[in-house]
């Protein structure tokens, strides 16, 4: 079951592993991508802190951590072709895999319910 961010970014967890982008409601309020750039494999990241950028034809955006850990996996694929996190955010268009340093972090976020409730008020 995905876990969900107030700032929009989706995680998978298995164990202490998590794989991380951006939701399908975000991907849309940014249109059609343009770049990204994603983290350094190996880089410590504490939650909340900038990880990756987003640039649309609307805006630029940063892409942050939601839990702390490691970089141990980059999606080449969506630098090379940023329209496929417009086309399948949450498959496809993910952007990082995290080695968790804290996994009970993952306690405060969202279940999908939560994060639909959040986005349609």
């Given at each position: 079951?995905?876990?969900f961010?107030e700032d929009?970014?989706w995680?998978e ?6 794989t ?31 990880a990756?950028t987003?640039?649309s ?5 940063d892409?942050f ?12 694929a969506?630098?090379a072709?940023?329209s496929?996190v417009?086309?399948d955010?949450q ?7 995290i ?9 405060s976020?969202m ?9 349609q008020?």
């Open positions: 079951m995905p876990k961010t929009h970014e995680l967890i298995e164990g202490d592993m998590a991380v982008g951006i939701t399908a409601h975000a991907a849309d309020q940014l249109g059609d991508l343009v770049f990204v750039e994603l983290p350094q494999i190996d880089a410590k990241f504490d939650k909340g802190a900038t990756a987003v640039e034809v609307k805006a630029a955006s892409v951590c939601p839990l702390s850990g490691v970089i141990v996996d980059t999606n080449d969506i630098v072709d940023p496929l417009n086309s955010p498959g496809n268009g993910w952007f990082f895999r080695r968790l340093a804290n996994p009970s972090e993952a306690d976020l279940d999908e319910d939560a994060y639909k409730r959040m986005i008020s």
